[in-house]
């Protein structure tokens, strides 16, 4: 086996995943969730209107506080601020868990992912997750999906406030576990994200197609995120659904 360490990324990778965050159905579920467990009266619009708000302020708050251009706040912190009343841990968590899974359309490990993690692990290499996500969100789908425990570590964004493609990311990772790049490899669907992180890293890349974009558009991306540039070998998958079936061939 070329590599030795796997770093993957999550959604629209590992997991078909579709939110609508849009939906009113889901804006006036949770008004009746603020009134049936906190006692709050409000509106579905206000809810909705607040929620943005607040979610922009606390990226800008946090931005200006850490200084990164991909800053990724705790969502904590919004609804923390929308309820304005105290909320324990627990009580929070099923807060979370009710809005994602109230805002969930589509929710489906990819084909192939456990034949993936099975072969890498059979030729002795390790797998590790690199997640733009929230924490009180992903545990829970990673759980669902039975993938909680594949991984030799996990890092995700909102436990570091900075998201991909912040190099200090994946670069934490990387210090962590003392991984060499040119024996490490990123796998993910999103070319700025997930190749100018590997781009950044100088590990090379694995691209999924699974949003089935034109070829053109990856390659005119890959041009802007540096990782045309940067020396690292990028493969392109363009296989839609099927795509990770294809990783370790």
């Not at 078909?16 to 009113?24: V, W």
Request: hydrophobic letters at 35%; glycine letters at 6%.
């Amino acid at each position: 086996m070329h590599y030795k360490n796997y770093i993957f990324d999550l959604y629209g990778t590992l997991i078909d995943i579709h939110t609508d965050e849009k939906d009113p159905e889901l804006w006036k579920f949770m008004v009746d969730y603020f009134d049936t467990h906190f006692g709050i009266k409000t509106t579905a619009r206000k809810l909705k209107s607040d929620y943005k708000k607040i979610c922009a302020e606390e990226v800008d708050n946090l931005a200006k506080r850490n200084g990164s251009a991909h800053p990724e706040i705790k969502i904590e912190w919004v609804w923390e601020r929308l309820l304005g009343v105290p909320c324990s841990e627990a009580e929070m968590l099923d807060l979370c868990t009710a809005f994602r899974e109230k805002s969930r359309v589509k929710f489906q490990l990819y084909p192939g992912v456990m034949d993936v993690f099975d072969k890498i692990r059979t030729g002795g290499g390790k797998i590790y997750l690199l997640s733009n996500a929230q924490r009180l969100f992903t545990e829970r789908e990673l759980e669902l999906t039975g993938i909680l425990d594949a991984f030799d570590d996990i890092f995700i964004s909102s436990d570091m406030g900075i998201k991909k493609p912040d190099p200090n990311f994946i670069d934490s990772l990387m210090k962590k576990h003392s991984l060499v790049p040119s024996e490490s490899l990123m796998i993910g669907n999103e070319v700025f994200a997930d190749m100018g992180s590997a781009a950044a890293a100088g590990v090379d890349g694995i691209y999924l197609n699974t949003y089935n974009h034109r070829l053109s558009e990856i390659k005119k991306h890959l041009r802007k995120c540096g990782a045309t540039e940067s020396g690292i070998e990028v493969t392109i998958i363009d296989e839609g659904n099927e795509c990770m079936k294809y990783v370790m061939e």
